[in-house]
């Protein structure tokens, strides 16, 4: 059951001998995600809205949820026949995305008219 | 007469557990069944909360879109409002703007509180009981800080400003619910309170269950059970609450 075992000795009274924690990856990726944030909010007040920014703010967005996945939920460190059972069931919701947000346009169009 | 003790004996539940690789002992993802559970579990989380951002963007894109520039921004449900100028508010700092910081606060107590919950299982893996209930105590208190803050930016979002807006029939509205909205098209204000409030009702289930791992871990429930496994399908869901709101702060606070 418990795949990561405990490789340290116990104490007589059942306490473990603690291990020093590895938490060097865990603090690489909160860097990483707090840097990705500050730099959306710097790009939120510093450049127009457009399609590019938004572009930016959605990569970026996948670029922190890697992190959170990879590392945090430790999907990086499993199978690859789990690894692709999650994210290509997640890749079909990309098209989702598209097709509804290419209707909305189009409702929106029949609704105001070209210029919208 | 026959014995009961033997009946028992030889009653099915006796028989040793089938491990065979092709009688269900075969583990091709080399996890335990209750990951690998909530991994799919949280698959079909994620597919309704793509459900929800999908349905903003396209409810989105059928409104108009605000074309002018930040600076000359005037609330109207004509077209879709900024974010920016939606989300303002500071608590303790009444009618000044400060757009989005409020917001990133709440970003970073979440992301802080995933963190904490990772030391918590990887406490768990060192079998450190002191440090495990350490780190879920931390994650759990700002995990209740972020609701607190939800909590906070739902009721400045429903009391509204004190102008409000004028509609087309020369009536006021002051805030938003489901049926009006000071801020943009009542839509808006809709999938805001759907999208936001579906994800604090997560954080809350979260919060109830970190509540039993901490009492469970204290009692030393998984010390005797060998392992910590539980904090960890506790932490894939955790992570999972904090993922959502790195959607939803992009698509709906940023874009």
């Known amino acids: ?116 | 007469m026959a014995n009961p003790t033997t009946t028992l004996t030889n009653s099915a539940s006796y028989e040793a557990p089938r491990s065979g690789t092709w009688d269900g002992g075969n583990e091709p993802f080399k996890v335990s069944y209750g990951k690998l559970m909530m991994w799919f579990f949280l698959l079909s989380d994620a597919f309704t909360f793509a459900a929800f951002l999908t349905t903003y963007g396209m409810v989105r894109h059928r409104h108009l879109a605000y074309t002018g520039t930040a600076a000359d921004f005037k609330f109207s449900s004509a077209y879709w409002p900024i974010p920016e100028k939606v989300f303002n508010a500071f608590p303790g700092l009444h009618g000044m703007d400060i757009p989005l910081a409020f917001v990133a606060l709440m970003t970073m107590i979440l992301i802080v509180s995933s963190v904490t919950m990772v030391l918590a299982v990887e406490a768990g893996h060192r079998m450190d009981k002191d440090d495990v209930q350490k780190w879920l105590l931390w994650t759990l208190l700002f995990g209740a800080m972020f609701l607190g803050c939800q909590a906070w930016e739902w009721t400045h979002f429903i009391t509204g400003s004190e102008h409000g807006l004028k509609m087309a029939d020369g009536s006021m509205v002051y805030g938003a619910n489901l049926q009006v909205n000071e801020y943009g098209p009542v839509l808006f204000a809709d999938l805001f309170f759907f999208i936001t409030g579906f994800h604090g009702t997560h954080v809350f289930s979260g919060l109830c269950l970190l509540t039993y791992a901490f009492i469970a871990t204290t009692n030393g429930t998984f010390h005797k059970r060998g392992h910590y496994e539980m904090i960890e399908k506790i932490g894939l869901y955790w992570h999972f609450v904090d993922l959502v709101w790195v959607f939803v702060f992009t698509f709906f606070y940023l874009i």
């Open chain 1, 1 to 116: 059951m418990a795949h990561h075992a405990p490789e340290h000795e116990y104490t007589a009274d059942g306490h473990a001998v603690h291990g020093k924690a590895n938490v060097k990856p865990i603090l690489k990726a909160l860097a990483w995600i707090v840097g990705i944030t500050a730099f959306e909010f710097l790009l939120a007040f510093t450049m127009p809205a457009s399609t590019l920014r938004n572009s930016i703010f959605i990569v970026l967005t996948i670029f922190k949820a890697f992190f959170i996945v990879a590392e945090f939920m430790h999907l990086r460190h499993e199978t690859k026949g789990l690894i692709w059972s999650i994210l290509v069931p997640m890749a079909l919701l990309v098209w989702l995305l598209v097709a509804l947000i290419t209707e909305g346009s189009a409702v929106g169009e029949a609704i105001f008219g070209a210029a919208h």
